[in-house]
């Protein structure tokens, strides 16, 4: 890395200024018009899918049920958004919410027999969920570490502890599942004053971590780290401090969405959700997170999540009579992933913001401006 | 002095690999046993394979983790077509299939990497997706245990074959010198083309490759066929050494694979690692899932095991790497 | 006209309506030591790619060797012998000095395969046109500054260059260094390879030119025989006016106040040794030394990126221990870096966020939440307070210029009231406007109070802001002067002396 390009960047800027103060929007910011459009797909998903199956899809039944599965992937998604802020990624978070849910599980069933009264269950429910937030913060402090005071990329760390924790998983259940207590499934079943409860904890998590993200110092930091860690040092940030709180958090998230796992299915197993990596990382990169660091925001996921949400759905739906639905969903989801990277590919149609991604192994890319004059090979009239 | 510095990675893994040899053969002398070393040669055969691929990636600067999709899809595709046209002859021709899949799939990864300059990282995973999904739902996803006939003798076929003290035979099947050309010929490329050089200098700075007239694109088309290529051999010689055809196979070993290519010296931001290198992690690495066992641990403990190691052997240089910038900051700050 | 190599006849280029270039002239002659000599902006850089191919002009002829150039194509100039080296060489940092230096040449040839005796052979062949020897076989990322340099001139050399265009190769080079590059420059010379050098260094410019074209806001000002200019003219020939800005005074309360910083036997070894001196609140004190001499270094360790190793460091009359970043900030010491693209701003980031980093901390209210309101009000607090032109603080800082982002920089610490700044190169980079704005900033700055370190190349720089001056070589700090008692001349002459 070198440091002395100043001689050759001012020109380029003072020729920039006057173009790009005239193109710079009035009112209406990116990041605005990133919504508008994801807002506009999700309601095009929707009413495609409404269209094609109109007795099933768009019935209160199916609105439960859809509000019921996509929480626990939308949080999943929000903890791989916090680390790809960073400019890192965190491909553990699956492995922490299984050990998570296991280690729930097992709590569950030393503490609770089947028959007690839900009175004596809380205790024992509450034990479990601590135990699994617990886990989370261990697990995500170890990342933590290993990303920000180690110094590993977070690729090699985080497959590293994926393999870690999944290990621990399949040493502790032997490989199999283990299962919950009924009287804790009513955070997977259960409504609260008629909203599902997933669906309220991912409200409650978006909102909360909206408000991190923005209105936090923490949160500034964090998008700041992505974009320039050599700035955040030079400016009296400790890098290693957002780091390992980046991903504690995403741990935590982790969690959480263990619990939920381990609530809708009755069960935690060593290697559940093993394509939920790629469906977090599709709905962040939809939702306008640049991989590359410093841009993204909680609303554009949200839309996102619901626009994967009736995408399964609507598939599943239209391929009942075909076997092997899940596969196709691996297909489309695959192919999604890519069409959404190639839109981002031309400028008129980004939907995220910053630097553009470059081939790499998620190493952070070069500043822009430190590019080439983007006017080369402009030819004389 | 850059073959010393190469060296010290290999000699470390080598003298790893000469460590837990010594600790393995204490706990269970079977280690030391003709049989274990053919099936520790054996089981890294299409690891090997595999991690030669990542190899040529990972020095270009990216990273790929849809190999093992490619891998399976070449295999069942393969498979299927020989019994479909109830091929009886040589298992060449399946190989010559299985490439030409692999190549194909390879292509697609390189449309994405090379023509839009996607991150490598996320294109691949969307396309492990896009292959595993297409495979199970179009071509299918039944289990196939009658492979063809050229399968089961190619996997037959020994290299050496040798009786034991206990009277019984042990063998290293032919396959393992599939693992020795590929060695020879990503070396081969690697070390004596410019194509190859130009791999290394792509991972060590792309705009000086650019700017000293390297043909990025190309170059970038050739890694993603090549890892193609092989993935579809190595599995096309996985379903053969395991007698069946099992689409669910293979996906789930990337990390194993990239763990390895990544002990053997092999730097994740690109432009260091070589074939010997990879081969001696590899090693390392059957020689930790393999050996578990005998030394009485039960195979649970894999996972963690691996896991451990992973980090470990790349949290050293990193760690390293971080007290070497620290000094370094002093020069650049000149 | 036989010996012209290349011809640059009334060249334009603007990008986005500002005009980079107007009008500009340019023969290179066989064998020439020609310098481009211009401040940041003056259009330097858009001329070396013009000439390399990279960028066409709007306006203009291009001749080279004889040849005419509708479009130039970057192959082209190749073709004819042009080799450019950019500032960061753009060399292999993993391969070896034989590779960076002769593979491209095997590339050009179009082979397939490497044949790695010629390789070593065109490498040693290419080292010893220019008198050096280094080890073919040592990885470029363990080689030093300057000998990167000259691999990278050894790669041009391969090429058949003709001529040799250099972009500021003196930046990071210490004195012996740049000694043994003109060596070098001149036996290029012998050979009949021309060389283009880009410099805004006079001194340097003076010593090796032959001729020189100098530019200032894209037009040429003067294109003539070096021999006929000497450091005053050169001056007023980039700048376009005499210095006439006037200097600081410092009046040191009587009866001993407590320095604000005291520093005694500072010394990180490989960096610089015994190092003590004093700062008091208000002054303005220079740090002036050739690369190498542990200026900066000293400054980095000061601000807690790279910590001395012994000494102590007293401030406001404390012993204190800065090991870190965290514990200069704590104490009130603050850092703006020369490289404000890597180490200052967050490019693509708003204006206002580039300039509550450091505050954010305290920006926030009950809960630990900030109003965004706030935020902006502060950004335009400052924006204000500093002359920092921007239509609206929430547009990517990116958008801004040179000595606007600096401002930006400069916004972001004075946000935090730092009892002391230390000021790596503040105004490289900047237009003549900006750059006198921002020195009267400091010292308003230090007339309220505050302490300034100020790191800098440029001598007028440090006479026309700085009270007093220290003096480093060799690691070693061996003079301090006060800035009233010295003149340009012999400041110049006694930090390039040996």
Redesign the interface.
């Known amino acids: 890395?070198?440091?002395?390009?100043?001689?050759?960047?001012?020109?380029?800027?003072?020729?920039?200024?006057?173009?790009?103060?005239a193109a710079?929007p009035r009112r209406l910011?990116s990041v605005d018009v990133t919504l508008r459009r994801l807002f506009i797909i999700a309601v095009a998903i929707f009413v495609a899918m409404s269209l094609a199956q109109p007795d099933v899809f768009p019935t209160l039944d199916n609105f439960r049920s859809m509000s019921v599965q996509f929480p626990e992937l939308g949080i999943l998604a929000i903890a791989i958004m916090l680390t790809m802020l960073t400019g890192g990624i965190d491909l553990s978070v699956t492995a922490i919410a299984n050990l998570a849910g296991i280690l729930a599980a097992l709590v569950l069933t030393r503490l609770v027999s089947e028959d007690a009264a839900t009175g004596q269950a809380v205790g024992g429910i509450v034990a479990a969920l601590l135990v699994a937030l617990g886990v989370g913060l261990l697990c995500g402090l170890l990342n933590g570490l290993l990303v920000g005071y180690v110094g590993i990329t977070p690729i090699l760390a985080t497959l590293g502890t994926l393999t870690l924790y999944t290990g621990f998983s399949t040493v502790i259940t032997g490989g199999t599942a283990v299962f919950a207590v009924p009287q804790f499934l009513f955070i997977g079943d259960g409504d609260v004053a008629g909203i599902p409860v997933p669906l309220l904890i991912f409200a409650v998590l978006a909102i909360l971590f909206s408000?991190i993200l923005?209105?936090?110092?923490f949160g500034?930091?964090v998008?700041?780290l992505g974009?320039?860690p050599?700035?955040?040092?030079?400016?009296?940030?400790?890098n290693e401090t957002v780091l390992l709180r980046t991903y504690l958090l995403s741990g935590l998230l982790g969690a959480i969405a263990g619990i939920i796992f381990l609530a809708r299915n009755n069960a935690a197993k060593p290697d559940y959700g093993s394509s939920y990596i790629l469906q977090a990382v599709l709905i962040a990169i939809l939702g306008g997170v640049n991989p590359m660091g410093?841009?993204g925001t909680i609303s554009g996921l949200v839309l996102a999540v619901l626009s994967l949400q009736f995408l399964s759905t609507g598939l599943n739906m239209l391929l009942i009579q075909y076997s092997g639905s899940n596969f196709f969903k691996e297909f489309a989801w695959g192919a999604l992933l890519l069409l959404v990277m190639v839109i981002d590919y031309f400028p008129k149609l980004r939907l995220t913001?910053?630097?553009v991604a470059t081939p790499g192994a998620g190493v952070p890319a070069p500043?822009?401006?430190?590019e080439?004059?983007p006017?080369?090979?402009?030819?004389?009239r | 002095?850059?073959?010393q510095?190469l060296a010290k990675t290999e000699v470390l893994v080598a003298l790893a690999i000469v460590g837990l040899a010594i600790i393995f053969s204490v706990i269970n002398p079977v280690f030391l046993s003709v049989r274990n070393l053919f099936d520790l040669l054996r089981s890294s055969i299409v690891m090997g394979m595999f991690a030669l691929g990542v190899l040529v990636v990972i020095v270009s600067g990216g990273i790929d983790v849809s190999f093992t999709a490619i891998a399976v899809f070449a295999m069942y595709v393969t498979v299927k077509l020989l019994k479909a046209i109830d091929f009886q002859g040589t298992l060449l021709v399946g190989f010559v299939i299985a490439a030409l899949i692999g190549l194909a799939l390879g292509l697609i990864n390189a449309l994405f990497i090379a023509r839009f300059k996607l991150s490598t990282l996320i294109v691949t995973l969307g396309t492990q997706s896009l292959f595993r999904g297409f495979l199970l739902f179009v071509v299918g996803s039944q289990l196939i245990r009658d492979i063809p006939d050229s399968m089961t003798s190619f996997a037959k076929l020994n290299l050496i074959t040798i009786q034991t003290a206990d009277g019984t035979l042990a063998s290293l099947p032919a396959a393992v010198l599939l693992l020795a050309a590929a060695a020879l010929v990503t070396w081969l490329v690697l070390?004596?083309?410019?194509?190859?050089?130009?791999i290394?200098?792509l991972?060590?700075?792309r705009?000086?490759?650019e700017?000293?007239?390297?043909p990025i694109r190309r170059i970038q088309l050739f890694i993603y066929s090549f890892v193609g290529v092989l993935s579809g051999i190595a599995g096309l010689t996985y379903g053969s050494l395991n007698r069946q055809a099992n689409p669910f196979d293979i996906v789930g070993s990337e990390l194993d694979v990239i763990a390895a290519v990544v002990l053997g010296g092999a730097q994740i931001t690109?432009?260091?690692g070589s074939v010997v290198g990879t081969l001696l992690g590899v090693f390392l690495v059957v020689i930790m899932n393999n050996s578990l066992i005998l030394a009485g641990i039960p195979s649970v403990w894999q996972k963690v095991v691996i896991g451990v190691i992973i980090i470990i052997g790349t949290g050293i240089p990193a760690f390293q790497q971080r007290r070497a910038e620290?000094r370094a900051?002093?020069?650049l700050?000149? | 006209m036989t010996d012209v190599l290349v011809q640059l006849s009334n060249v334009s280029k603007?990008?986005?309506?500002?005009k980079?270039l107007q009008d500009v002239s340019l023969t290179i002659r066989k064998g020439e030591i020609h310098c481009l000599v211009g401040e940041?902006?003056s259009?330097?850089?858009?001329l070396i790619?013009i000439i390399a191919g990279?960028?066409?002009?709007?306006?203009g002829q291009i001749v080279i060797n004889g040849k005419l150039f509708?479009?130039l194509?970057p192959i082209d100039a190749i073709h004819e012998g042009i080799q450019i080296i950019?500032?960061?060489f753009?060399?292999?940092?993993?391969?070896?000095v034989a590779?960076n230096i002769a593979?491209?040449s095997?590339?050009?040839q179009g082979?397939?395969?490497?044949d790695?005796g010629e390789v070593r052979q065109i490498a040693r062949q290419a080292l010893d046109r220019i008198h050096v020897k280094l080890?073919l076989?040592?990885?470029v990322e363990?080689v030093s500054?300057a000998n990167k340099q000259l691999i990278a001139i050894s790669r041009a050399l391969v090429h058949n260059a003709r001529l040799i265009v250099m972009?500021?190769p003196t930046?990071?080079l210490t004195r012996r260094e740049v000694r043994s590059l003109f060596a070098v420059i001149k036996k290029l010379q012998q050979d009949g390879v021309a060389t283009l050098f880009v410099s805004?260094k006079l001194n340097e410019v003076l010593e090796i030119a032959d001729r020189m074209l100098i530019l200032r806001n894209g037009r040429t000002v003067i294109d003539a025989d070096a021999r006929e200019f000497d450091q005053a003219r050169l001056a007023y020939y980039m700048t376009g006016r005499q210095i006439d800005e006037s200097g600081y005074e410092y009046r040191r309360p009587p009866n001993g106040q407590t320095p604000l910083l005291r520093v005694e036997h500072l010394a990180?070894p490989?960096?610089f040794v015994d190092v003590s001196f004093e700062l008091y609140p208000g002054e303005i004190v220079g740090l002036a030394g050739l690369?190498?001499s542990g200026r900066?270094?000293l400054g980095?360790a000061l601000y807690g990126?790279?910590p001395a190793r012994s000494g102590t460091i007293a401030f406001e009359g404390k012993r204190v221990r800065i090991d870190s970043?965290?514990d200069?900030?704590k104490l009130g010491i603050g850092?703006v870096?020369?490289?404000?693209?890597?180490?200052?701003?967050?490019?693509?980031?708003s204006i206002t966020?580039n300039i509550?980093?450091?505050t954010?901390?305290h920006?926030?209210g009950a809960l630990?939440?900030?109003?965004?309101r706030d935020l902006v009000q502060h950004a335009q607090f400052w924006i204000n307070a500093l002359n920092i032109k921007?239509?609206?603080p929430?547009?990517p800082v990116?958008?801004?210029?040179?000595g606007n982002?600096q401002r930006v920089v400069l916004a972001?610490w004075l946000a935090s009231s730092p009892k002391m700044l230390i000021l790596n190169g503040p105004t490289?980079?900047?237009?003549i406007g900006s750059k006198s704005e921002i020195h009267a900033i400091m010292k308003r700055l230090a007339s309220q109070g505050m302490a300034l370190l100020v790191i800098s190349d440029d001598m007028p720089e440090l006479l026309h802001t700085c009270n007093r001056i220290l003096l480093m070589k060799r690691g070693r700090l061996v003079e301090q002067l006060s800035s009233q008692s010295t003149s340009e001349d012999e400041l110049t002459r006694k930090v390039t002396e040996d």
């Open positions: 890395m070198t440091t002395k390009q100043t001689a050759s960047t001012p020109e380029r800027h003072d020729g920039r200024v006057a173009f790009l103060a710079a910011s408000i923005n209105r936090t110092a500034l930091k998008y700041l974009t320039n050599t700035a955040t040092r030079f400016s009296g940030i400790s410093g841009f913001r910053g630097k500043d822009p401006a430190l080439e004059d006017q080369r090979s402009a030819h004389p | 002095m850059l073959k510095k070390q004596y083309t410019l194509l190859g050089r130009g290394y200098a991972g060590g700075s705009e000086a490759a700017r000293a007239g390297f690109g432009g260091r620290r900051r002093i020069a700050a000149e | 603007a990008f986005a309506g500002v980079a940041n902006g259009g330097k850089s858009t790619k990279v960028v066409a002009p709007d306006e509708p479009v194509h950019y500032q960061d753009s060399l292999f940092p993993n391969l070896t590779e593979l491209s095997q590339l050009a082979r397939r395969f490497v790695w080890d076989d040592a990885p363990q500054v972009d500021e930046t990071a805004h990180l490989g960096s690369l190498g900066t270094e980095l990126i790279h970043v965290q200069a900030v850092y870096p020369e490289d404000r693209l890597t180490e200052g701003l967050f490019l693509p980031q966020r509550v980093v450091r954010i901390d920006l926030v630990g939440l900030t109003k965004p921007t239509r609206s929430e547009l990116q958008t801004l210029s040179g982002q972001k490289v980079g900047v237009d």
